[in-house]
């Protein structure tokens, strides 16, 4: 028996929603793709085991998230969208609210951003994200008021919609 065996199929399956969350983890095409790298590297080395009776997508988007935290406080990376361009004719409202919203993100602290990604983008409960995150409920409810704090204050047009 092979290995690896389910496991292209996984990569192919799941690629996609992994990259997604890759990239609202850490605001940049190209880490996210060395992120989910990185990762996939790590699935791939723990298969047998995953595909025996784990879960490889919830390990999947665990390894993410604890991969992205060790990567900002080894590398201190800075995001990109410290600068929005200036609004002109060629851009429709939704792309600046879509850029005014990264900028913001860009902003919060690597824990902060993960909380928001995980509760409001993967749709994961309190408890879930808890878990995801190896934190406590309190310090999972206590970043997204922070979090949710400073996004409001940095897009205020935002918050009514």
């Known amino acids: 028996m092979d290995r690896f065996e389910g496991f292209h199929e996984f990569v192919r399956a799941r690629q996609q929603s992994l990259m997604r969350t890759a990239y609202l983890l850490t605001g940049d095409t190209h880490l996210a793709e060395d992120l989910l790298q990185t990762v996939l ?27 992205n935290i060790s990567w900002r406080r080894r590398k201190r990376v800075e995001l990109p969208g410290a600068e929005l361009p200036e609004v002109g004719q060629s851009h429709d409202e939704a792309t600046v609210r879509r850029l005014a919203l990264l900028h913001a993100l860009a902003q919060l602290t690597p824990k902060q951003r993960t909380v928001i990604v ?5 749709d994961h409960t309190e408890h879930e994200t808890a878990q ?19 996004l409001r204050a940095l897009t205020p047009q935002e918050v009514d919609r």
Request: proline share 2%; net charge positive; aromatic share 10%.
């Open 118 to 122: 995980l509760r409001y983008y993967e």
């Open 41 to 67: 590297t790590r699935v791939a080395s723990h298969w047998a085991k995953l595909a025996k009776g784990g879960n490889p997508e919830a390990y999947a988007r665990k390894a993410l998230v604890n991969q």
């Open 132 to 150: 995801l995150m190896g934190t406590s409920l309190g310090t999972v409810k206590s970043q997204t008021h922070y979090a949710l704090s400073k």
